[in-house]
Structures are given as structure tokens and as C-alpha cells.
């Protein structure tokens, strides 16, 4: 059963503190988004990748989120310095690129800075 | 860039009947429109989407009409069930090479017992 899978599930951490979250893309998959879904703003794309490579992260406040991709079966989005505003769900997403446009959704982080 | 806009918010319909969820996109070029069931604390799930040369599609009890021209598309349920009860979102994905789907703000559907 192939599935997207996100670490940690629930995250608390106090402003200021950096924050790592995780994301495992189904195999074969090469393309990878990072959402953030909040009450007020509802589910908004922060950035994605094809084939390891930064595509579009203008949705990311650029001073402290960075995301990576340091191989194909792991992406990671960190924020550095945390601040009560970041406190949201972040969901990874992945698709089969070029073979077709769907995107399927891991479980999320919840991320609670306080 | 793209705007979604869903209607309505919330949707309340007896078991058994249909439920229709509306969707409104701004960009001519978008391509793909993909809908998204979540349940609480869960991920957005996949359960049908359509391309823009397509007018319409159909999976067992869901199905979903694309009008390029009015740049609108729908949802629908027949037959609902209790099981059908959670947020349903609708998306967007822009063309020109552009992957990132922009989402409407979601419908509450509550299939009342």
C-alpha cells in the first residue's frame, strides 16, 4: 500500500526554536509539494520539487522556511526561528510528475509553537 | 495567479440523497481539477479528478462536470452515506507548467441519519 509518509505527527515547540519536519514520497514518484493548511487561510502550497530540484517555493516565507530534498526519498521542511504564526498543519504531497498530475497526501504535522 | 472559489461552506443532506458542491476558477489556463475528501485529523484523500478536455466523469457513486466555458465545475454524491460525512475540498492546477494546485476553502458535508 503506497502512501506518503510525514514526521513528527505532532510537533510542540516554544517561538524561537528550529523545527524539522519530514517527508517520505511514494516510490516513483518524482515530484514533491509542501501545503500548509490553516483555519484562516486554508490549504496553501509552500513549495514543491521534480526530481530533487526546487521548482516554486514563492509560496514560503523566504527569511526562515527552507526545504530541501537531500534524496529522492526524503524531503524536509525547517523552519528557523519557529514563531506562534507558523503553528499550522503541514502536509506533503507527491506525484508521478511528467506521467500524470494527481497528488496524494501524507498524513501531516501539526505544529503548535507557543 | 489562480483563484478557487467553493460553495457552499457547509451542506447538510438526508442518507440517500445527492449532494452537489460548486467550484469557480479564475484562470482560462488551468488544466487539471482534482477533489479531496478530509477526514479529521487525516490527509486530503484523492477521490476524483478531471482534465480540461473532459466535460465529465464518473466513479461508482461520485461524479464531477467541468464547463470550460463558465470555468466552473462540480461534485457530486448520490446516494450518500454516513461514511461520506467530512470536509471536501476542490482545486485547481494552472497551466503553463505551473504543478502547485490552488484550493477552494472547502465544504462541510453532513449526511444526516
Known amino acids: 500500500d503506497a502512501r506518503v509518509t510525514q514526521t513528527p505527527r505532532h510537533k510542540v515547540t516554544e517561538m524561537g526554536q528550529e523545527v524539522t519536519m519530514r517527508c517520505q514520497p511514494i516510490?516513483?514518484?518524482?515530484?514533491v509539494f509542501w501545503y500548509r493548511q490553516t483555519m484562516m487561510q486554508g490549504l496553501e502550497l509552500l513549495a514543491y520539487?521534480?526530481?530533487?530540484?526546487?521548482?516554486?517555493d514563492s509560496g514560503m516565507p523566504k527569511d526562515r522556511f527552507s526545504a530541501e530534498m537531500p534524496d529522492a526519498t526524503l524531503a524536509t521542511l525547517k523552519i528557523q526561528p519557529s514563531e506562534p504564526r507558523d503553528s499550522a498543519v503541514y502536509f506533503c504531497a507527491s506525484g508521478p510528475g511528467y506521467l500524470g498530475y494527481e497528488q496524494y497526501f501524507g498524513p501531516g504535522t501539526r505544529l503548535t509553537v507557543t | 495567479g489562480e483563484n478557487v472559489e467553493q460553495h457552499p461552506s457547509t451542506l447538510s443532506v438526508q442518507e440517500g440523497d445527492s449532494a452537489v458542491i460548486k467550484c469557480t476558477y479564475s484562470d482560462s489556463a488551468s488544466n487539471y481539477f482534482p477533489w479531496y475528501k478530509q477526514e479529521l485529523g487525516k490527509g486530503p484523500q484523492l477521490i476524483i479528478d478531471i482534465r480540461s478536455n473532459v466535460g465529465e466523469k464518473k466513479d461508482q457513486r461520485i461524479a464531477v462536470t467541468l464547463n470550460k466555458t463558465a470555468k466552473h465545475f462540480s461534485l457530486h454524491i448520490t446516494e450518500t452515506q454516513p461514511e461520506d460525512s467530512a470536509v471536501y475540498f476542490c482545486?485547481?492546477?494552472?497551466?503553463?507548467?505551473?504543478?502547485?494546485?490552488?484550493f477552494g476553502k472547502g465544504t462541510h458535508l453532513i449526511i444526516q441519519p
Open positions: 516510490l516513483g514518484h518524482n515530484t
Open positions: 520539487f521534480r526530481n530533487r530540484a526546487p521548482l516554486d
Open positions: 482545486a485547481a492546477r494552472e497551466g503553463g507548467g505551473a504543478d502547485g494546485l490552488t
